[in-house]
């Protein structure tokens, strides 16, 4: 797994624990590595969530969907991002979210309880990862918090600018370029994809907006 320690000595999972000791850590912890294929779900609704998730390479997404079949993007995952902490900590006995591959990956699977319930005292890192754990499911509410902050607006329009606008804040400059194509997009603001199209197309002819694939540039400020 030495291939992975530069991703792994940056993820906030194993913030403050030497990198020599990574691989001591892992072995402890038997960690297991996996590899994806795009679609590929690692964790489907329903299944037990009992454990934490490390992104190694490529991309992953957190999906919900409802009774009629529409699926809604929750979070994008880049390497060094974890998922499924927060329902493995709550104890909760089914997912209720998938997580499945972007595009090829390879994840890190971690039981929880080898991490809450240390297995010895030779074990000193144990301590330092469940703080970091706790860091890490606070400020995944915040994110959540953000997306609620998004899909509570009333319109597409006011939906898309509100993401739009954190965005630019998030990455400090008024051209960034955003994790999703434009079906992810409507997916993630839970609107139609056509409707999404549309008020794009509006807001560029407004110049509002400068938008080309992924890239998107605030031109001027508007009131939501």
Known sequence: MREYFDILSACPLFQGIDRQKLGTALDCLRARVFSLTRGEAVLSEGDPANFVGIVLTGRLQILRTDFF????????????????????????????????????????????QQITEPSGSQCQFHQ??????????AAKNLVFHQKIE?????TTREKLM???MLQAKRQGSLEFEIPYDRQELADYL??????LSVEIGKLRRQGVIEANRSRFRLCKPIEI
């Open 190 to 195: 839970e609107v139609d994809r056509s409707g």
């Open 69 to 112: 079949g529409n699926r809604s993007i929750l979070a994008h995952l880049v390497p060094g991002e974890l998922f499924g902490e927060s329902f493995a900590c709550a104890g909760v006995k089914e997912a209720p979210v998938t997580v499945a591959a972007a595009e090829a990956a390879r994840v890190m699977l971690i039981d929880c």
């Open 162 to 164: 509100t993401y739009l």
């Open 128 to 137: 330092q990862m469940i703080w970091n754990l706790l860091r890490i499911v």
């Open 150 to 154: 998004v899909t509570s607006k009333r």
